[in-house]
DNA sequence: CGTATAGTTGAGTGTCGTCAATCCTTGTGG
DNA sequence: CCACAAGGATTGACGACACTCAACTATACG
């Protein structure tokens, strides 16, 4: 028997972990792998023409931006999650490509099409979104009532949690490299570049974290960066 | 023909509108109706015991908190919105009455078999997730951007809005009620009471509002509230 | 090797938080 | 009906944390 999707990197992980090779292989037929340079817009806010995948490789952030131009980062995306707005004509942030990313897309006729098909499928995403909203409203603590430390711990212990799942290892790395920039993160926390660098070189001197070049992160004491992080 | 659950206040706006009378009656007995007074916790984060519930009148909040007892208001719930966590044995926060309210209660059992039954719940309950969702990305940029007139600006266009949704008028009201204290208010913008009644009065002293109690607002020049909303 | 971009560090400012006093509202009992 | 108490809201003085502006350093890239 023929595997449907045969060597996908997020066959088990991603929404489509919900269906078999037989229910998948209608829907196999109908993707399309496509590839977003880093920096690279995926889906502007308010236009129609929306892309509905799963991320295969690459991180990309979802970003709402004041009429002014300041920035937030409301969400970022790793493989096997899944990006799209089903039953809205489109999103309201921004999808950008932070590092060079591989898509599998589907057009939003065929992806509505196998929502309505497939009652587990429907099931998979409403659980995701859950997920997803649950994520979120952690983030809105954070946002709304810690300090600058509180928030940079916050972040690291999540990366360190978040590359770890990517990987074969299930448990936080104690050392990992960032996919973000110093202004990424900035808008990750709703705080500014000087104040992100401040807080590491902080923590740095606390020896609770070492910074090899300024993308990478090696946790050297991952029981003071939670106690800093304030449940993160 | 017996309509279900008849004389319900929210049938035709509640996750039930999705169902017919048909498919609503199995369900409706297995309903239990149940009064929080204001005050009143009704889920605690963490707890087992999770109640699915839609609202009947009244709101509630959602909040998450620190260790060391900050809060944020994560959510606030209306008439016909949806109150529970399927796929989850807990919640993450806890759900608080903030005045008198009325619940339309399920087991979880009962709920999640409903879920399993009909497809329409679940695509309703979906579609209703990604709103909250979308909703909620909108307030991380709120309180990771906008200063505290935009975020106070803000509450006051928002409030305004759902005010008016509930009653009989679609459009935004001019004056209304706020169901909410200045501890609360500061609760969901991430501020301080005092922040809080600080713009109150300068958006009074520059004639964008009246506060003719402390609990109602008139909004005296919606276009000038909204301007300094930043969007919202 | 030189330029451009990203990141760090420093000095000074401003917005919002803290602490405290006062005012207003609401409810209760004399 | 008024006095009083209690909690909520407002206002003020002050301070701190994070932002702004700026200079400098490190890293990446041609």
């Known amino acids: 028997m023929r595997v449907a999707c045969p060597g996908c990197e997020i066959r088990n992980r991603a929404l489509c972990a919900g269906l078999s090779d037989a229910e998948l292989a209608p829907l196999s037929a109908l993707k399309r792998r496509r590839r977003f340079a880093k920096g690279e817009p995926v889906i502007w806010a308010g236009d129609e023409n929306m892309i509905f995948a799963n991320v295969v490789s690459g991180v990309l952030k979802l970003n709402a ?7 937030q980062i409301v969400g970022l995306m790793y493989p096997a999650d899944f990006i799209g707005r089903p039953y809205a004509s489109s999103t309201r942030y921004n999808v950008v490509a932070l590092t060079d990313a591989e898509l599998c897309v589907f057009s939003r006729k065929h992806f509505e099409q196998a929502l309505r ?7 998979l995403l409403l659980q995701r979104t ?57 808008d990750v926390l709703g705080l500014t570049i000087e104040t ?29 960066l939670s106690a800093r992080a304030e449940q993160g």
Chains 1, 2 share one sequence.
């Not at 931006?65 to 920035?71: F, H, K, M, P, V």
């Not at 098909?117 to 099931?123: A, F």
């Not at 300090?147 to 104690?174: H, N, W, Y």
């Open 117 to 123: 098909t497939y009652d587990k499928l429907k099931r």
């Open 196 to 224: 992100v660098s401040r807080q590491m070189t902080r923590l740095r001197s606390a020896g609770v974290i070492d910074l090899p070049t300024t993308r990478s992160i090696r946790v050297l004491n991952e029981i003071a």
């Open 65 to 71: 931006t004041t009429a002014d131009g300041r920035e």
């Open 130 to 186: 859950l997920d997803e909203l649950d994520h979120s409203r952690e983030w809105m603590l954070l946002l709304g009532r810690k300090t600058a430390e509180e928030k940079v711990a916050s972040f690291l212990v999540q990366m360190a949690r978040q590359i770890g799942r990517g990987g074969c290892a299930r448990s936080p790395l104690d050392e990992f490299v960032l996919p973000l920039s110093r202004a990424q993160i900035a």
